[in-house]
Nanobody, 125 residues
């Protein structure tokens, strides 16, 4: 049974940085993609970034380009989302997801089979 566990959320001031982690277990992830999504109160869940486990090819939402970096530590089966230049608009519950996701579905939540519990990111002064 694949399980994902996020950590690293918290309260940060505008302009600050956070690094979210997503520890994966219970599977062999070489053919998987890992995606990051977020959901703010009253809004739909939206794609943030994704990475293909096998070759580290990445994709970012426009809101994340130039500020966020997604990466993988294969030895630890852990994915990361480094977030820089945070603004109050980045405040949301952040989720990691994983699955044998085809690249054309990489931005869609229904393209992933497994989800973490979410970690809250709050950007406020």
């Amino acid at each position: 049974q694949v399980q994902l566990a996020e950590s690293g959320g918290g309260l940060v001031q505008p302009g600050g940085s956070l690094r979210l982690s997503c520890a994966a277990s219970g599977g062999s992830f070489g053919s998987y993609a890992m995606g990051w999504f977020r959901q703010a109160p009253g809004k739909e869940r939206e794609f943030v970034a994704a990475l293909r486990w096998s070759n580290s090819v990445t994709k970012y939402a426009d809101s994340a380009k130039g500020r966020f970096i997604v990466s993988i530590n294969n030895a630890k089966n852990t994915g990361y989302l480094q977030m820089n230049g945070l603004t109050p608009e980045d405040t949301a519950l952040y989720y990691c997801a994983a699955g044998r996701t085809i690249w054309g579905m990489i931005e869609r939540a229904d393209g992933y089979s497994y989800w973490g519990q979410g970690t809250q990111v709050t950007v406020s002064s």
